[in-house]
């Protein structure tokens, strides 16, 4: 069992990465449905959230049937950062994190995000003040360092302990990196076998099916991993990386009708949370990835962008099914 603060885990965890404009709440409900153990919200501007914000009040919402969740904020103002775990608390959430990862340029230029990482006297101050404004858990994400030549996740990993943070999830690229290249995990190793590190250590980056979460397992000792573009329109890769773990056998992929039905989920709750015509245009931006690598989809995308109301998505949905119940590949 892993322990962050009063929440148990199961063993080796299997968590759903913080990101923008994909893990909302129909999202999160699709990944907890299919074996995620612990989600996070989007990641919610402090600033934001202080000026109230509606975008980023309405990342608060959070439900029973999701838990345990953790709603993740970022800023470079302390006191904005102190305010805002405040305001985090009465929604409730099981543990509030903070994003010392995201590269985007808009972000680290207010000195936020992977924006600390070039200032670890300040990432240490802005954690020191959420941890003291809140009862909650709290949790970090971060990357290696910003760069090749300045990698200081060990020194980094003991400070964030230092100030009472619960558990780390290490991204293991820099900042340069962006999302390109490998993830070196080899680092995350280095930290977890650290004999001074005692919180669970969660490993992110490049985790994209079962025989890789595996090998990571295995390699480099961490306490679970969080998985981010690897579920996006595929949320089975929970519940199957957990089921090679126990049999060493992949699961039957998901068949058109599962993805079509999964499409239709996630569609019905988009509407029910943001309201039928905003839910189903925010809906478009997933189509495509629910049917990767699908042949002769194509066509089908472009129905399903046209689709404004619930009773056209049955339609679209309907029409797919059919096409392919009667084609073969």
């Given amino acids: 069992m892993i322990k962050i603060g009063n929440i148990e885990l199961p063993d080796f965890p299997l968590l759903l990465a913080p990101m923008e ?3 909302d709440p129909p999202f999160r409900r699709l990944c907890k449905m299919h074996g995620a153990d612990l989600m996070y919200s989007e990641f919610i501007s402090s600033e934001g959230l202080i000026r109230d914000a509606m975008k980023s009040r309405q990342k608060l919402d959070i439900f029973d049937y999701e838990r345990p969740v953790g709603i993740q904020i970022f800023g470079g103002d302390e006191e904005a950062m102190a305010l805002s775990a405040k305001i985090v608390e009465t929604v409730e959430p099981d543990l509030v994190d903070i994003n010392f990862g995201c590269p985007v340029k808009k972000v680290v230029c207010k000195g936020a995000g992977a924006g600390v990482l070039k200032d ?3 990432m240490i101050r802005l954690t020191k003040a959420v941890v003291n404004s809140t009862h909650l858990p709290v949790t970090v994400k971060t990357r290696l360092g910003w760069d090749n030549n300045s990698i200081n996740i060990m020194e980094v990993a003991e400070r964030l302990q230092e100030t009472g943070i619960k558990a780390l ?7 340069a990196q962006m999302y390109k290249g490998e993830a070196d995990w080899s680092y995350i190793s280095k930290v977890k076998n650290n004999p001074n590190i005692e919180i669970p250590i969660f490993g992110n980056g490049d985790v994209n099916s079962p025989e890789k979460a595996l090998e990571y397992k295995q390699k480099y000792d961490c306490d679970g991993i969080m998985i981010g573009r690897g579920a996006i329109g595929y949320p089975w890769i929970f519940n199957e990386v957990k089921h090679f773990f126990k049999t060493g056998e992949n699961l039957a992929k998901p068949t058109i009708a ?5 499409v239709r989920q996630h569609a019905k709750w988009s509407a029910e949370w943001k309201g039928e015509k905003l839910g189903l245009i925010e809906m478009r931006q997933h189509y495509g990835n629910y049917f990767r690598g699908i042949p002769h989809f194509k066509e089908f995308r472009v129905k399903f962008l046209e689709v404004f109301t619930l009773a056209e998505m049955d339609e679209v949905i309907a ?3 059919q096409f392919y119940e009667e084609f073969s590949f």
């Fill in 120 to 122: 670890i006297d300040l």
């Fill in 319 to 321: 029409e797919t099914e």
């Fill in 21 to 23: 404009d994909v893990s």
């Fill in 169 to 175: 999830t290490i991204h293991a690229r820099t900042r």
């Fill in 258 to 262: 599962e993805r079509l039905e999964a």
